[in-house]
């Protein structure tokens, strides 16, 4: 299980390095990505959120720079276009939990399916699903497939620990972002940090 974002080609996006990445493909989520791959990873983000808020938030600068980060940092509602991929690597059956409507910041919905209602539904286009039966938790590829999907069957408490390991993956992404954000936009790092942490559904520490 990995926390994945979703990422767009940015060739032409110049105010901060990113690196180089197709359209329509996942970036993982952890502690090892390089400041490029950081660089992609908060621009997609702030992307997502490159909307004008209602009123009450100011006006949105005029600097490249403020007007870009302008919705992340004032938004009420965050998103990030992604959430948890699960890869059965004995089948290499992949349950992609990215879908339309979902993302990276309702990742607890997981724990719902573990401690909660027992099912929770991932968006659509596929229209994934994860439904916990007794002891066993059934990811379903897409659930409204006509002549039947795919799925993946797994134990609570491997699903338990995949979770944890899955957030233990943003936790460590968001302390990389920290030090980039200190690095490379040193006048917003601080707002941008708290921005991240919010779009991850994560508590800051100091």
């Known amino acids: 299980m990995q926390p994945v974002l979703e990422i767009f080609a940015a060739d032409d996006f110049v105010l901060w390095p990113v690196g180089e990445h197709e359209s329509y493909g996942y970036l993982v989520l952890n502690g090892e990505l390089t400041p490029a791959e950081v660089g992609t990873a908060v ?76 099912c929770s539904y991932f968006g659509h286009d596929p229209s994934s699903a994860a439904e916990r039966a007794g002891d066993t938790v059934r990811l379903t590829l897409d659930a409204h497939a006509k002549d039947g999907s795919p799925a993946i069957e797994l134990p609570v408490d491997q699903v338990r620990a995949l979770v944890t390991g899955a957030q233990a993956d943003l936790r460590d992404f968001l302390s990389l972002a920290r030090t980039w954000a200190g690095q490379h936009l040193p006048t917003h790092a601080a707002a941008v940090t708290v921005a991240l942490a919010r779009a991850l559904d994560l508590e800051l520490t100091e």
Do not use: K, Q, S, Y
């Open 43 to 118: 621009m997609r983000i702030a992307d997502c959120n490159d909307f004008e808020p209602e009123e009450g938030h100011g006006p949105r600068p005029t600097d490249p720079l403020g007007a870009f980060l302008h919705g992340l940092l004032t938004m009420p509602d965050l998103l990030a276009a992604g959430g948890f991929r699960v890869t059965d690597i004995a089948t290499d059956t992949a349950f992609v939990e990215p879908g339309c409507c979902n993302g990276l910041e309702t990742w607890r919905d997981w724990l719902e399916v573990l401690d909660g209602t027992g």
